[in-house]
């Protein structure tokens, strides 16, 4: 009876560390599968990068956009097919967005990447209100301390009485 319970905790154990690996490995394999995966402009915040392209998220495996679904489909493999598709409907490629090349069925970086495949830009344009759930978040205010719509603004208080 003891040893079935030394199982079922090591079996625990085992399903509950493969799934942590695969939570916190996924990104970066996922983005090496993909040229300059792993620079991926954020279309709202300049210089910073959107390290899940295959979700609405920038970091968090949530709901995958239009551009997962596709590089799903695609078997997670850059192909042919995947680079001439124009997932977020913007009207260009996903390898134009990626600035990848293809030339005799190679594949060529030309440099960093010059939007974001899976999110339609400019993201206040007509065309992409109409078609994405994405938008961007408010501005933060540099000179502001507070996190702005996080946390409540409570009147100044003493603690003394």
Not at 44 to 67: K, T
Not at 74 to 92: K, R
Not at 99 to 116: D, E, W
Request: net charge neutral; proline share 11%; hydrophobic share 30%.
């Amino acid at each position: 009876m003891n040893q079935v319970r030394v199982y079922r905790f090591e079996l625990f154990i085992f399903i509950f560390i493969s799934t942590l690996w695969n939570v916190f490995e996924g990104f970066p394999n996922l983005q090496s599968r993909l040229p300059n995966g792993d620079k991926i402009p954020h279309p709202c915040i300049p210089g910073q990068y959107w390290h899940a392209v295959g979700h609405w998220h920038p970091s968090l495996g949530v709901e995958r956009n239009q551009f997962g679904l596709d590089f799903k489909t695609a078997g997670m493999l850059y192909t042919v097919a995947f680079h001439n598709q124009d997932s977020d409907g913007d009207g260009n490629t996903n390898g134009k967005e990626l600035n990848v090349n293809l030339t005799n069925n190679r594949f060529y970086m030309m440099g960093a990447p010059i939007s974001h495949p899976g999110i339609c830009e400019p993201v206040n344009s007509e065309n992409c209100r109409k078609r994405q759930q994405f938008q961007c978040p408010p501005p933060v205010n540099p000179n502001n301390n507070r996190m702005n719509n996080f946390m409540p603004n409570f009147p100044p208080s003493n603690p003394f009485g």
